[in-house]
């Protein structure tokens, strides 16, 4: 019987995080672990290149967020199957993650059985949630909010409201996404128009809210 080798790229910003997760996957003989990185930009090209079986992804990530990889990658590759292995535990980052199609949400704090059993389980095509976050899928299924206007934006704004509060100027935001300053601009106002914030200062509390960056990072 040939044995199916499943490729897996690991998407974690915690160092050693990332390479317990790839120890793991790697004393398994149906696992190859094919890159990983701590960058969400750097991951996602590399999800592009090698179009991997599985996924492992935090959310809070430096240049790129978790939640627009996911986003981007099931509109671009959807046989990838995606775990999120997150801290946040927030209902609006949780409803989001689900609405982009995420198949599996494992909280940090789980023990290292519990992340065995999720990556098996994802690997294999079965959904696979943690305690915490099947009890807010609950409370979402009784308290639906309505979408909000995070939606309304694209994903090139999506992306530069990221770094705009992750504290890069303008022209920062045009040198990384290879875009003149006058298109960064743009984009920044219609973000800002768009969801009526008319300040970095209001752009960075809306991105912590959202999952897009951490506190510490912008303080």
Known sequence: MVKVIKKVIVIEDQTIL?????????????????GKTGDGLEG?????????DLLVLDVMLPNLNGMEILHRLKSQNPRTRVLV?????????????????????????AGLEEMEKAINCVA??????????VQIMRELMINPKETGSFESLTSRE??????????NSTKEIATKLSISVRTADTHRS??????AIHDVAGLTRYAIAHGLVEMDETL
């Open 158 to 167: 999506r992306e530069i409201i990221q770094l705009v509060a992750e504290s």
């Open 44 to 52: 996602f090209n590399l999800c592009m290149k090698y179009r991997p």
């Open 124 to 133: 294999n095509g079965q959904p696979y949630f943690g305690p915490r976050i």
């Open 190 to 195: 219609n973000i800002m128009r768009k969801l």
């Open 85 to 109: 292995f997150s801290a946040l535990k927030d209902s609006d980052v949780v409803r989001k993650l689900i609405e982009s199609g995420v198949d599996g949400y494992l909280e940090k704090d």
């Open 18 to 34: 990332r390479d317990l997760i790839c120890r793991l996957l790697e004393s398994f003989p149906t696992f190859e672990v094919v």
